[in-house]
């Protein structure tokens, strides 16, 4: 049986580990190793996995490729299945409702889009965290939340502040 890699994130850790888990793991057998990286992570049985990027989240029985986990992808194990994104912009509020999976980068195009921002304008902004922190385009916004709270608040805000 070969093993392959693949990097686990997970509810209110916001750096991912690189774990190793069967060729032929199932969704179930990926939950419990990221139960084991990331301890306290609550009840097994309320915890899905998602991948990266992706609305919908894998039934426990799939294995292996079935079920998306394949070398070097990116997976989410999280207690909540979406998570309420209220993002500010020049005094206007949008909310979107996402999986913990979602990259910051995806909120930013998909906010830009809402906020009738274009490309080009949308290329020199970036999400903060209120207490300032700045989002990675890769980060995943379940990283930033933790059940039972399943919502965050982020500013969209320029990436150079203009000094004078």
């Known amino acids: 049986m ?3 890699q693949i990097y686990v994130h ?3 850790n916001r750096e991912p580990k690189l774990v190793e888990v069967s060729d032929e793991a199932s969704v179930k057998d990926v939950i419990n190793k990221y139960q084991q990286e990331f301890p306290g992570s609550g009840n097994p049985d309320e915890v ?3 991948l990266e990027d992706e609305e919908d989240h894998k039934q426990k029985d799939e294995i292996g490729g079935k079920g998306g ?3 070097k992808v990116h997976i989410h194990c ?3 299945k979406k998570v309420s994104v209220t993002i500010e912009y020049n005094g206007q509020t949008i909310t979107q409702n996402v999986p913990p999976s979602t990259t910051a980068k ?3 195009k998909k906010s830009a889009k809402e906020f009738n921002i274009s ?3 949308a290329a020199d902004l970036l999400l903060k965290l209120s207490d300032g922190t700045v989002l990675q385009p890769g980060d995943h916004i379940g990283s930033f939340v933790a059940f039972p709270n399943c919502s965050i608040s982020l500013l969209l805000t320029a990436n150079k ?3 004078g």
């Open 2 to 4: 070969k093993t392959i």
């Open 48 to 50: 899905e996995l998602f």
């Open 78 to 80: 999280h207690r909540c």
């Open 119 to 121: 490309d080009g304008d």
């Open 69 to 71: 986990i394949k070398k």
């Open 161 to 163: 502040q203009v000094q």
């Open 106 to 108: 995806k909120i930013l």
């Open 10 to 12: 997970g509810e209110n």
